[in-house]
């Protein structure tokens, strides 16, 4: 299973020093005009630490909003700031991507199972996290990257997903040694 061990990183221009990162600082800025709220989540710059702020609502009425979000962003719930970073609309309306290096890690359940001689594995993702299959096949069969091109060359990993570029859905594989 892939999960994530920490918040992402933010990819965004900062517009003080430009660096390239931020990372959520887990607050959440609401601001009521009449029966009308925006709220953001703030995000500082990993180079000057410079505050910038990702939109979440943008003018919404407040009985379109339900309670318990309400209450949560008042909250500043650490759990409802990694659901909203992961969440495609608020990215595309941010113009933000997420930088995934260092913030996840592969859990196999243990090494038993690669003695032997076909290994049908299935590999879940906790959270959207884009990964490469070939580095985890590698992670979690004890390869390398290499070892694991030149056995799909081969034919001897196969797996109905196609295992170059990145995923970050669950998928299938068998490897024949």
């Known amino acids: 299973m892939v999960v994530?061990?920490?918040?992402p990183l933010v990819v965004r221009r900062c517009h003080v020093c430009a660096a390239d990162r931020f990372r959520a600082s887990g607050k959440f800025r609401v601001n009521a005009n009449h029966k009308?709220?925006?709220?953001?989540?703030?995000?500082?710059?990993t180079g000057c630490g410079d505050t910038a702020k990702l939109t979440l609502l943008e003018r919404t009425t407040v009985r379109s909003i339900r309670p318990e979000l309400l209450n949560r962003l008042h909250d500043n719930d650490p759990g409802l700031t990694a659901d909203l970073l992961q969440d495609p609309g608020m990215q595309r309306r941010n113009r933000i991507a997420l930088d995934w290096d260092g913030a996840w890690r592969l859990d196999t359940g243990g090494r038993d199972h690669l003695d032997a001689e076909v290994i049908d594995v299935a590999v879940r993702f906790a959270a959207r996290i884009p990964v490469r299959?070939?580095?985890?096949?590698?992670?979690?069969?004890g390869l390398s990257r290499a070892d694991v091109e030149r056995l799909i060359a081969e034919g001897k990993v196969v797996s109905a997903v196609r295992l170059t570029g990145r995923l970050s859905g669950d998928f299938t594989f068998t490897l024949k040694r």
Not at 4 to 7: E, F, G, R
Not at 36 to 45: G, S
Not at 133 to 141: D, W
């Open 4 to 7: 994530p061990t920490c918040l």
């Open 36 to 45: 009308l709220l925006d709220a953001w989540l703030l995000v500082l710059c």
């Open 133 to 141: 299959p070939v580095r985890l096949i590698a992670e979690g069969c």
